[in-house]
């Protein structure tokens, strides 16, 4: 029994009292009586499915109630898509009982419709049978992409990060119908520039719908200060369908370089009570300027006096 199917029950007759073993015609009598009665509603199907590709109006089903045979009742329809919203997406030939939908539905928007049917005396308007209701559950397809949140990442990773996992979590949702291959996905890094070192992504315990960004091997600075990744979520549906997120990864200087003197030597004189500027040494240091990694501290390790 699928979902999407709908089922007019069968309303058994509470009237079944009359047996008696002892006298087969009433025994026949009182069969032809619980067909007739049970046939109230006939059990019927109405297969739903999203964006159904039309013309429009589409049947959808056709109601039977053996009080229709002598032309005498009409058929009403009501409840979602037809007296709630989204108004005038079902009517019913009120004569034949044929239900009609209109457009195409979006599952993701109405996954279920409540609807109410009853049958009619034609001429006054009463209600000839207990009303059917029943639930109808549209059958989903494949036609949302999983995407991630946010679709772009900045994050910023030191260049002496050790090998591992990055600051960086990619997260995706995907709206086709919970637990169905139309809604799980799987997620990879598609493309990188530059190549290396090698970005993937690695699982986190107990979600598949989030991953974290992590590399082999390590960041130069000074060969690549920004990489470009594109990862990729593809849902397993039919046709499967996929999105990508990027990832900026803008790589922090570390404190690589040791600072080096422009000159190994230098002289300078002085006079003697003398108070004045005598020397300016300076460093070159290929970390990155007015970091820390750049800002030498200098200290005099030996001196000596000269005596005149
Ligand atoms: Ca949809
Ligand atoms: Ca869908
Ligand atoms: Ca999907």
Redesign the pocket.
């Known amino acids: 029994m699928t979902k999407s199917t709908l089922f007019l029950i069968l309303l058994a007759l509470v009237d079944v009292a009359a047996s008696s073993k002892k006298d087969t015609s009433n025994r026949e009598k009182r069969d032809a009586v619980l067909i007739r009665s049970k046939r109230r509603w006939v059990l019927s199907t109405i297969d739903l499915e999203e964006n159904m590709p039309g013309p429009y109006p589409a049947l959808v089903t056709q109601l039977y109630n053996d009080k229709k045979e002598d032309n005498s009742v009409k058929f009403r329809i009501k409840g979602d898509g037809v007296t709630q919203g989204p108004i005038g997406l079902f009517t019913i030939e009120e004569n034949s009982g044929i239900v009609y939908v209109h457009r195409p539905i979006d599952r993701e928007m109405y996954p279920i419709f409540h609807v109410d049917f009853d049958v009619l005396d034609r001429l006054t308007g009463d209600t000839l049978d207990k009303t059917l209701s029943f639930n109808v559950e549209i059958k989903d397809k494949?036609d949302?992409?999983?995407q991630f949140t946010p679709s772009t990442i900045h994050a910023p990773v030191p260049e002496n990060t050790p090998e591992g996992v990055l600051q960086a979590t990619l997260q995706a949702h995907?709206n086709?119908l919970k637990d169905t291959p139309?809604?799980q996905f799987t997620m990879k890094v598609v493309s990188q520039d530059p190549a290396s070192p090698k970005l993937t992504l690695k699982d986190l315990p107990f979600t598949t719908t989030v991953k974290q960004l992590a590399f082999t091997g390590c960041f130069d600075y000074d060969k690549a200060r920004q990489y470009k990744v594109l990862v990729e979520a593809r849902?397993q549906?039919t046709p499967t369908?996929s999105s990508t997120a990027t990832v900026i990864l803008d790589i922090i200087d570390s404190n690589t370089h040791p600072p080096e003197f422009s000159s190994a030597t230098y002289n300078t004189e002085v006079m003697e009570m003398e108070l004045k500027e005598i020397l300016r040494i300076g460093i070159k240091d290929k970390d990155t300027p007015n970091t820390p990694g750049s800002r030498a501290v200098f200290s005099i390790l030996k001196g000596f006096k000269m005596a005149f």
């Open positions: 494949n949302n992409s999983p995907d086709d139309n809604s849902d549906g369908m």
